[in-house]
Every structure is written in structure tokens, then in C-alpha cells.
């Protein structure tokens, strides 16, 4: 197995200016253009993570909380918070800054996995996460649960194999 690695190890920080281009008839961020941002900053902080080539096997839990304004800069903040066999979960969180005005307001959230793969695409093991802060320690703790429920809606894992899921529910195995 390779070596345990820190989660701070994997943080990654991306910023972008919302251009024209970016945006929808509100003169707000596209959607899409910002989760193309975010896939992108939470795959660096996985290849960080498994120094491997990663791709994206899903995307959970994405909040638009506000609209993002023409003119805003965004930043991005991942950071993996498990490693499980092969996939690992990237916690990702958005801020909008609007610089004249002086804010910055905290806009999306998301939770990414990547699995790292080999060289002929076959998925290879990752290092297992060790947290530190009590923020990684909670989003190491919850990533298991997530992880079940994601299986189990995908179809991949049977609701009575995710034994955590089913405890945060009260309902006996
Ligand atoms: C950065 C990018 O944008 S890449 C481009 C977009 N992404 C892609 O093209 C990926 C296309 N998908 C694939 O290549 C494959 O489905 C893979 C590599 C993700 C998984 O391949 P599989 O043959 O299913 O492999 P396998 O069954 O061994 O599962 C490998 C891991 O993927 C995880 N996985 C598979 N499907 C999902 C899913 N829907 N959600 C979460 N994890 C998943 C499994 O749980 C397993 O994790 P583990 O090793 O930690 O236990």
C-alpha cells in the first residue's frame, strides 16, 4: 500500500475571473462553467493526493447557494479528505469576491471522486489520508458515509452492506 499522506498535502487553491463568456442572460456564472472550474481544481488536489493520472467517477452534493456576478473572482479550495482503494473523495469549497465592494461571500460546495488510475486506465490503489484539524478529522469520519450512500445510489454497494449509512439512520443490521 503506499504511504499514509497528510490532507493538508493535497490542498489546492484556483482562482478565475468571471469574464462575459462565462456567463447566462442575468450576467451571472454559467453553471457549468463553474463546475468545469471546480473538476478541475479537485482533480489537481487528487493527482496531489495519488501522484497518479485520476479521472472523475462522480460529483455529489453540489450547492448553488448565490448567483456568482460578472466581474467576480472566484476561488476554489480543494483538499482530499479520504482515500479509500483506488478513489479517493475531494471536498470542494467556492468564494465570490467582489473586489471594489469589499465582500466575499462563500457560494458552493461540493464533494468530487476521482479514481487514480495506471497507465492502461486500470484503477491503482491511493494512500490512505491522514487527518489532522478537527475539520479533516469530521470530513474524514462523515467521507465513509458518504462514500456507502454514493455506492448504494449508483447501484454499486447493497443498502445492507453500508453498515455506517444505516447506523446514522437507527436501523439495525
Ligand atoms: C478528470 C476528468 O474529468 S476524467 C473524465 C471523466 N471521467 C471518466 O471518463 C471516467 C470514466 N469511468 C471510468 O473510467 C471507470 O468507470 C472508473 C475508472 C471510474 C471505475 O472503473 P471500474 O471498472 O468500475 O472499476 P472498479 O469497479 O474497480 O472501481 C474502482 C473504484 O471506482 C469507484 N467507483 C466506481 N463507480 C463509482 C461511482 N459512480 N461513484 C463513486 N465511486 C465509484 C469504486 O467504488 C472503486 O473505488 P475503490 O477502489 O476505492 O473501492
Redesign the pocket.
Same mark, same amino acid.
Given at each position: 500500500m503506499p504511504q499514509p499522506k497528510y490532507a493538508r498535502e493535497s490542498l489546492v487553491t484556483m482562482t478565475e475571473m468571471v469574464l462575459p463568456n462565462d456567463t447566462n442572460t442575468l450576467n451571472n456564472l454559467m453553471g457549468g462553467r463553474l463546475l468545469h472550474w471546480m473538476?478541475i481544481c479537485a $482533480?489537481i488536489s487528487a493527482q496531489k493526493h495519488s501522484n497518479r493520472i %485520476? %479521472? !472523475? $467517477? /462522480?460529483v455529489d452534493n453540489v450547492s448553488f447557494s448565490e448567483p456568482i456576478k460578472l466581474g467576480n473572482i472566484v476561488t476554489m479550495q480543494a483538499k482530499v479528505t479520504r482515500g479509500?482503494? /483506488?478513489?479517493m473523495e475531494v471536498n470542494i469549497e467556492v468564494w465570490a469576491e467582489d473586489i471594489p465592494a469589499g465582500t466575499r461571500v462563500s457560494t458552493n460546495r461540493a464533494f468530487y !471522486?476521482f %479514481?487514480a %488510475?495506471d497507465q492502461n486506465?486500470r484503477?491503482i490503489e491511493v494512500p490512505p489520508v491522514v487527518p489532522e484539524t478537527e475539520a479533516e478529522h469530521d470530513l474524514y469520519a462523515s467521507a465513509l458515509r458518504r462514500r456507502q450512500l &454514493?455506492?448504494v445510489l $449508483?447501484g &454499486?454497494m447493497k443498502p445492507n452492506d453500508a453498515k455506517e449509512l444505516r447506523a446514522l439512520f437507527g436501523v439495525e443490521n
Open positions: 473538476d $482533480a %485520476v %479521472v !472523475t $467517477a /462522480s479509500f482503494n /483506488s478513489s !471522486t %479514481v %488510475v486506465g484503477p &454514493r455506492l $449508483a &454499486r
